[in-house]
């Protein structure tokens, strides 16, 4: 079910509010009928659920004093909670409408072809013969998708927001800054040259780390 960026919105604010103490029965009754509305706003809601659990950056930041008081904001000090949810609200809608409307561009070479890639954050992808990449890279996060093919990541470090590669059911972390990637019909073979990598597939490989040389 699709949603609108307005009922994404909607649903990043209904998410602060249900965090606050100052949350009331009436307003978790008012939530709960705005949920079971329409389909789109527990599909909305799923996502701000899911952003959410991206922000860990932002969630860990205690220089900013009105994410601190909206942290621990107490019914004393309401105008204080009030100002410091609606900037949490603000700096959350704005972070869901990045995720939201982040464009996802893809990448390719054809049987022969190789080509140097430069994403937007600096950092630098050599795609092999024959190979499709899918790139999406917001506010928060950076995400490929290695559709085919083979491609050799120099990966530009931000501690603050995640480089991972999405191959078959493979999900590689990148850890360190240069690593190859090849999907095969029958594998997914991740050769680290700089630096380390943490690999997750749901199932048999649970956050297995590999570093240089692997």
């Not at 996502?47 to 959410?52: I, P, R, T, V």
């Not at 430069?118 to 190979?131: H, R, Y």
């Not at 499709?132 to 931000?158: D, P, W, Y």
């Not at 943490?198 to 692997?214: F, I, P, R, T, W």
Request: charged letters at 20%.
């Amino acid at each position: 079910m699709q949603h609108t960026p307005q009922q994404l919105k909607q649903a990043v604010t209904w998410f602060v509010r249900l965090q606050s103490e100052q949350c009331s029965e009436q307003d978790q009754q008012l939530f709960a009928t705005w949920l079971a509305k329409d389909a789109a706003h527990r599909a909305a809601y799923t996502k701000a659920e899911q952003l959410w659990g991206t922000m860990d950056s932002l969630k860990t930041l205690d220089d900013i004093p009105a994410l601190t008081k909206a942290r621990h904001a107490k019914p004393e000090k309401s105008h204080l909670s009030i100002i410091a949810s609606f900037v949490l609200i603000t700096l959350l809608g704005g972070a869901a409408y990045s995720e939201y409307s982040a464009e996802t561009l893809t990448y390719t070479t054809v049987q022969g072809e190789h080509r140097h890639i430069i994403l937007a954050d600096n950092s630098q992808v050599d795609l092999n013969t024959d190979t499709q990449l899918q790139v999406k890279i917001s506010l928060l996060q950076r995400q490929v998708q290695l559709v085919q093919g083979e491609a050799l990541f120099t990966v530009s470090h931000e501690p603050l927001r995640n480089f991972t590669v999405q191959a078959d059911t493979l999900r590689i972390r990148d850890i360190g800054t240069r690593f190859n990637v090849h999907l095969e019909p029958e594998r997914v073979a991740v050769a680290v040259l700089e630096g380390e990598v943490e690999l997750d597939d749901g199932q048999s490989v649970n956050h297995q780390s590999l570093s240089a040389g692997n």
